[in-house]
């Protein structure tokens, strides 16, 4: 048996799982010719259950209830494979997948040293495999499994991106197939041709502009959104590759990058699009945005949006061990929650930059498992210029792999786009086109805001505050949430009865809190009356408000132009009249702090009073070729390398979790997310995340239950809310995930420490 009786009483069959796990598996390697390969991965992976001690744990424990440690039963799989791909050492490392296939990829030095250690001596593994062939007796056929034509055995990356693939769809594989024994209902989501989603695009497309310009009339700026529009949907003709999509703030970003990547996957036969944003603001903008054109008005939705970042696999915070309905120890991750990780199985996806890259680096199967879903996709990098610096050597690198030997097309899209090409996985051999062949008139036709810069001894958080609120619509852009906490309350300070008007944005608040502190400032904005809006930089990609007045506090140039696409972003008002001012506070989070430093130093000599504006292209495209050469020049007192350089000789050595550890572009240690039950929700919606969360701790949990609680979820740092769980303020639910059950500002959210 392979896994205990389900809800029917049935036990689940050996050969059944082998070989449905296979068949899967190969289903989903097929596109980059992997499909031989993950068969014969998915075939074996669980070799080591056929020992007498593991069956026997497993009959224990399904007759009593009881949990029976059983032996490991990775090892005789990781050898049966080993044996037949000897002849072709570039597949051996494929034998990490089924070594890591419940704990994650290990590095292949150690998987080496215990394949090493099992030739020598098999008797530990050999009655598993004996008695496995004999319900089986194809896993004893000793053929080595075909490599993909594409692959070149001196190739490290190639090498190392093809044990991620595979884990992956061995990884989905084996979830499924276990997932539909438990629960019978389980099925893979129906495969929607990508020809029927772009036409239901462009035609709702199309309906939403009519409407606009009946209700509104037609503008010119109408006129040229669709002139780039249709200038997109000739250039997704082309063939795959990576393309440059090169807009300014307001020229109808998401919807070109929408069209094109949907026409171009209609054109090419691709099978799913990807969207990756920085910040969880633009993915929940976005994601709407593309649910209303996409999405049908019965039946399963098309876009899935993915932000979470809860790993049901972490190391456990010390918690009670009080048993829940399914005996699991509280302060443990079931394996309902193993089986229900996101997948990505569906035809639109709208994600975070740290999910994206997480899943593409990632070693745990509940990171890799949605990897493979990749292949034959296009991916949309959305404000591409938010990648990380010290990483952007092995993030070039992976991407590269996908789009020569993964079937995807890569869109780099923002208005302030990077030199990437001057950077060494890309100079040569990889072409880039460009979506819109001249974006510079545009950039000048776009032009609606002037800049004035604030520096010196007299400007402070609070200085900025009082001159903002002289203002009857206005937005401060601030470095960090204390920073925007502190405007907050000086402007209620000034207030002395809360004004509907003063609003507040930091990832400290959830998702859906966020949502709707947007809704009100787009209306209050709409209706001309007074709103005064603090934010972190979440605001200044994908949220469209339209203020006459804002402020940012010192960062990188591209950072205060997307600060600046809030205002007058529909040009209704005189560029002289429409005020980006860019204030150095005092006793402000100071941008060395956030930011890289190389930026800042290559931005001080180019932008500023008596400067350039952050909106000069000539001068954004000087700063980030100045801005690499600077991190080329920090390589030799770097440890980690100053684009990432060390990462990639680790991926070159197979390193799987170290190379995990360093790629986070969110460290663990520094947030976490946590799920937040408002008082101001409706009480059936208050209900409805409580099932989710209570699904979670008890119950058998889905896909759609962490669906259910994304926008529930704040972040706050991991050292906070330690404290918090000590404290009595937060609870866990499950893996790394807690509830916060302490005081929840209706405005600011969770408020951080004085």
Not at 32 to 44: E, K
Not at 394 to 405: W, Y
Not at 444 to 449: G, H
Not at 691 to 709: F, I, M, S
Request: aromatic share 6%; glycine share 8%.
């Amino acid at each position: 048996m392979a896994h205990s009786p389900g809800h029917q009483g049935t036990w689940h069959w050996y050969e059944d799982h082998a070989r449905g796990t296979a068949e899967l598996a190969s289903r989903f390697a097929e596109p980059w010719g992997g499909g031989d390969l993950a068969y014969r991965l998915g075939r074996d992976h669980d070799t080591g259950k056929g020992a007498c001690e593991w069956q026997e744990g497993l009959i224990e424990e399904a007759t009593t209830g009881r949990k029976i440690r059983r032996p490991p039963h990775n090892n005789a799989g990781t050898l049966l494979f080993a044996r037949t791909a000897e002849r072709v050492p570039a597949l051996l490392p494929c034998a990490g997948v089924i070594e890591g296939h419940h704990t994650g990829l290990s590095a292949w030095s150690e998987v080496r040293l215990r394949l090493k250690a099992l030739m020598i001596d098999s008797s530990e593994v050999d009655e598993a495999i004996h008695r496995v062939a004999m319900v089986m007796p194809e896993v004893l056929d000793g053929s080595c499994p075909t490599v993909p034509n594409w692959l070149d055995p001196r190739d490290t990356a190639a090498v190392e991106m093809l044990v991620r693939m595979t884990f992956s769809a061995v990884i989905d594989a084996d979830r499924l197939d276990t997932a539909a024994h438990f629960r019978p209902g389980t099925h893979i989501r129906p495969h929607v041709g990508m020809h029927e989603l772009w036409e239901r695009y462009e035609a709702r497309r199309q309906g939403a502009l009519v409407e606009r310009q009946r209700s509104k009339g037609a503008s010119w700026l109408d006129k040229l959104r669709e002139n780039v529009y249709q200038e997109a949907l000739e250039a997704a003709a082309g063939k795959p590759g990576v393309y440059r999509l090169h807009l300014p703030t307001g020229a109808g970003k998401t919807f070109t990058g929408g069209g094109f990547a949907l026409r171009h996957a209609s054109l090419h036969g691709l099978r799913r699009v990807i969207v990756a944003v920085p910040f969880i603001s633009i993915t929940e903008q976005n994601a709407a945005e593309y649910r209303s054109l996409l999405d049908p008005e019965q039946g399963p939705p098309v876009v899935l949006e993915h932000h979470s970042a809860v790993n049901v696999e972490a190391p456990q915070s010390p918690g009670t061990s009080t048993n829940g309905r399914h005996g699991q120890k509280r302060g443990q991750p079931n394996r309902w929650a193993k089986l229900a990780t996101e997948n990505w199985d569906a035809p639109f996806i709208v994600t975070t930059t740290v999910r994206l890259i997480e899943t593409i680096f990632g070693n745990t199967p509940w990171a890799t498992r949605r990897l493979h879903r990749l292949a034959n996709s296009v991916i949309v990098l959305d404000e591409v210029q938010a990648l990380p610096d010290g990483l952007l050597t092995p993030i070039l690198s992976g991407l590269r792999e996908l789009v020569e030997h993964y079937g995807v097309t890569l869109v780099l899209s923002s208005a302030t786009q990077p030199e990437l090409a001057a950077l060494n996985p890309w100079r040569s051999g990889l072409p880039q086109r460009d979506v819109v062949a001249a974006p510079a008139p545009l950039f000048e036709q776009l032009r609606r805001v002037r800049y004035e810069w604030r520096t010196g001894p007299d400007v402070t958080l609070t200085s900025i505050a009082a001159e903002a609120a002289d203002h009857d619509q206005v937005l401060v852009v601030v470095n960090g949430t204390k920073d925007a906490n502190r405007i907050h309350r000086a402007w209620i300070g000034t207030n002395h009865e809360e004004n509907p008007g003063i609003l507040h944005l930091s990832t400290r608040m959830t998702g859906g809190h966020r949502r709707e502190t947007i809704q009100a400032a787009k209306q209050r904005l709409g209706e001309g009356m007074g709103t005064f809006l603090v934010s972190t930089s979440l605001i200044e990609a994908g949220v469209n408000l339209d203020f006459p007045r804002g402020y940012r506090a010192k960062s990188t140039p591209e950072s205060e132009q997307q600060a600046a696409g809030r205002i007058n972003r529909e040009g209704k008002r005189p560029v002289k009249d429409s005020v980006m001012t860019v204030f150095d506070p005092q006793d402000g989070l100071k941008p060395e702090m956030v930011y890289n430093t190389c930026a800042i130093a290559a931005a001080s000599r180019r932008f500023g009073d008596g400067l350039a504006d952050p909106d000069d292209l000539d001068a954004l495209r000087s700063y980030y070729q100045h801005r690499y050469r600077l991190q080329a020049g920090q390589h030799s007192k770097d440890p980690n390398g100053a684009t990432g350089e060390v990462i990639e000789a680790l991926r070159a050595k197979l390193h799987y979790p170290e190379v995990a550890r360093r790629m986070r572009m969110i460290d663990n240690e520094h947030s976490l997310a946590v799920v937040v039950i408002r008082l101001s929700l409706e009480e059936e919606a208050r209900q409805a995340v409580q099932k989710a969360v209570d699904q979670l701790r008890d119950g058998l949990p889905t896909p759609a239950t962490y669906r259910a609680l994304q926008e529930h979820m704040a972040s706050i740092p991991r050292r906070e809310l330690e404290l918090a769980i000590n404290a009595g303020h937060a609870v866990e639910i499950t893996g790394d995930l807690h509830q916060w059950v302490g005081s929840y500002h209706p405005q600011r959210g969770i408020e951080p420490p004085a």
